[in-house]
């Protein structure tokens, strides 16, 4: 076993409810802030984001080195040579790779080729042919951007209707309000650091939803099963209960994750590190609403009336079964 597990207490009787309040407000204006920042400029297609070039429009080259192998690290300088962002991307074959690159507004489409085919060619020597060049325009970006929103929000009200029909409406509300707070925050975060906002950022803020929601439901899946057990309880005592049962579960899963990737974010390079820091910042965050604003938002909602979690003995025993909760 490694050592330092063993330094996390087995039981925790911390008080998450009686903060709830404080931080929910603090939560809403940090929403709030978000929103405002990654909407305004009201300029499409990104707003206040920095949208990088499969969002915003720009050119893409193909080229091969056959029957050698593309040198990919030694083009990671090209965004040195004044066009923005520069995306390398290599192909299953090794001999081949892209490049997308945005075109300054000064100079021509074809005079961007050009300049890019020579600062390639500088880059990996002789002997590199290049093939199909396109031009995506912003228009074609902007209705990708438009559809990653909408299939992010797609998807979490899909989450909404599953929880919905397996834990009920009000943990749902619960859970998928909490995922919102996770989201729109992971926006704000590439509103206020400028970070490029691109397929890679769509999908990490897809895997935060994922990381988020289940984080989620551990949580409100035993606040579900104390239901059961204690009946007498008062919901917040029952609530702290539940979310100190399952605390040394949720620091070991985040804190691995927050191992692996901040190796990614300091050994990535820049094509992972945007990747890395906002999933780094999306695993504290769905941490936190999952303490903070999923589980105590039950208080708020009502979870209806006790008989409803019953387990399966004691309807068949028509009598509930009351744990001794003065005794804890």
């Known amino acids: 076993m490694w050592p330092l597990i063993k330094l996390l207490p087995q039981k925790t009787n911390f008080k998450y409810v009686a903060f709830a309040p404080f931080l929910g407000v603090i939560s809403l204006l940090a929403c709030l802030a978000s929103l405002y920042l990654t909407v305004v400029p009201f300029t499409p297609p990104c707003g206040g984001l920095n949208c990088g070039v499969d969002f915003k429009g720009g050119s893409m080259l ?27 991307q290599g192909f299953t074959d090794p001999t081949s790779a892209m490049v997308r690159y945005e075109t300054p507004e000064n100079i021509s489409s074809t005079q ?42 797609a998807g979490i009200t899909l989450m909404l209707v599953y929880i919905w029909f397996r834990f009920g409406f009000t943990f749902g509300a ?34 935060i939803v994922g990381y988020s929601i289940n984080d989620k439901i551990v949580v409100l899946d035993r606040v579900r099963e104390n239901l059961r057990k204690y009946k007498k309880m008062p919901m917040k005592d029952l609530i702290d209960l539940s979310v100190n049962e399952t605390l040394s579960r949720t620091i070991i899963t985040g804190v691995t994750g927050l191992m692996a990737l901040g190796v990614m974010a300091y050994y990535g390079g820049e094509a992972l590190f945007s990747f890395a820091v906002s999933m780094f910042f999306g695993i504290v965050v769905g941490t936190y609403s999952s303490i903070y604003i999923a589980a105590p938002m039950l208080t708020v909602l ?24 003065s005794a804890s």
């Open 62 to 88: 193909e080229f091969s080195t056959s029957p050698r192998n593309v040198d990919l690290p030694a083009l990671r300088s090209l965004a040195d040579i004044g066009f923005g962002e520069v995306q390398v």
């Open 302 to 325: 009502g979870v209806g009336r006790r008989d409803n979690f019953q387990s399966a003995d004691d309807k068949k025993a028509k009598k509930p079964r009351d744990e001794a909760y």
């Open 112 to 153: 961007a080729q050009e300049t890019m085919r020579a600062a390639i060619s500088e880059r990996l020597g002789e002997g590199v042919h290049f093939g199909r060049a396109d031009v995506v325009g912003a228009k074609v970006s902007g209705e990708l951007f438009l559809l990653g929103v909408v299939a992010l929000g």
């Open 174 to 207: 619960a859970a998928v309000t909490a995922l919102a707070h996770d989201v729109i925050l992971t926006f704000g975060l590439f509103a206020v650091t400028q970070m490029d906002f691109t397929l890679t950022a769509v999908g990490s803020i897809l895997t």
